[in-house]
């Protein structure tokens, strides 16, 4: 089911305890191929697979737009991120090591550093393709198999990514996608023959997945979801700080987990705030996302229209002003009048009990929250079970450094919002999850340190 015209564009059936089978042994047999392969061999494969992926970057992207409701201009950055991040892990393939250290005697050890087996992907439904990636490549890169499932209401564009991995070099069945929801996700995580289980969805399903790998001793990675802090300091580039805001809750129509969604702005500027976002948020074009001028597209579908639509009408009865949005949107097109469109919403004169401050709303609502003092709006933004992300606008660099350095979050922007350069480690503290994608750090949770203690004298036994 499509979300922008709202209609069933093709059938997928679900895959059962024998499909999963079937993939996780087809995986586990590429693994032994692929994992004896050097570095180097993996990084060319990899940057062909980069490759073909920024070539077809308008075919993709207008694929996950179709699959998703998303902006095409969104889907072609989400492309973009997403072949980079093969790129990266291509480039790090060949310089993964272990290390030498010298011991007495002439005896020494080292370190190797291998791969895990087959890994399992399960994916969300917000950026589909671009998560197959950030999972597959650093599991590739360390010589891995994996087995990803993608959400069941973004299936299609994660088959894409298997067909040019296959056509890229890798052995076939390495990048497996098994189709399904909780009960494929269930077959996946309790499989004797998976090694790892990375998982980026909600708190809930986080909490199955980490119970089930504990089961099997299965190491997880969770990328779960957020509440997060924004700070507007009074001495910021207003301009800036306006720009920032809407992309901290309005990219991919507010389905972001890292999204800033709890705004805490310095009373001194409040008014001017929010005059200036309301007025730039009513100027968002919602609609046909296959439209290059569109700046928002359809939600994911109706249930979850619905319940964004709850959270906002809760809202105002728990005292919120809407300033704007917050309503139905019906294109002008009447192919597209069943898509699940909304205006994107900025909530005003909000408290910190309110339920659309302390709840993830996964929708284009924004909270403005005024706030007096640097030590009041740190304690404040870290009062949630939340640590995914934070920012901070001001123009006092001193202050910018302090205050992220006291929120309790993964991830934290100053003067910018929601970037996601694959160089740097993404994930979050608290319920937010643990693990980390992207960087160098990833390296870490797709392989396992074997040491090795080298004699080179005779052994002194005490017996």
Known sequence: LTPCPGRVITKLLCSGEKEVDLAVQSAKAAFQTWSRTSGMERCRVLLEAARIIRERRDEIATLETINNGKSIFEARVDIDISWQCLEYYAGLAGSLAGEHIQLPGGSFGYTRREP??????????????????????????CGNAMVFKPSPFTPISVVKLAEIFTEAG???GLFNVVQGGAATGQFLCHHPDVAKISFTGSVPTGVKIMEMAAKGIKPVTLELGGKSPLIIFSDCS????????????????????????????????????TKEVVKRTQKIKVGD???????????INRPHLERVQRFIKQAKEQGAQVLCGGDLYVPDDPKLKNGFYMKPCVLGNCTDNMTCVQEEIFGPVMSILPFDTEEEVVERANNTKFGLAGGVFTRDIQKAHRVVAALKAGMCFINNYNISPVELPFGGYKSSGFGRENGRAAIEYYSQLKTVCVEMGDVESVF
């Open 238 to 273: 207003l301009e800036n700080a306006v720009n920032g805001a809407l992309m901290a809750n309005f990219l991919t129509q507010g389905e972001v987990c890292c999204n800033g969604t709890r705004v805490f702005v310095e009373r001194k500027i409040l008014d001017t705030f």
């Open 116 to 141: 895990l087996g087959v890994c399992v992907g399960i994916g969300a439904w917000n950026y589909p393709f671009q998560i197959a990636c950030w999972k597959s490549a650093p599991a590739l890169a």
């Open 170 to 172: 890798v052995p076939k």
């Open 289 to 299: 996302p296959l439209q290059e001028d569109t700046r928002m597209g359809a939600l």
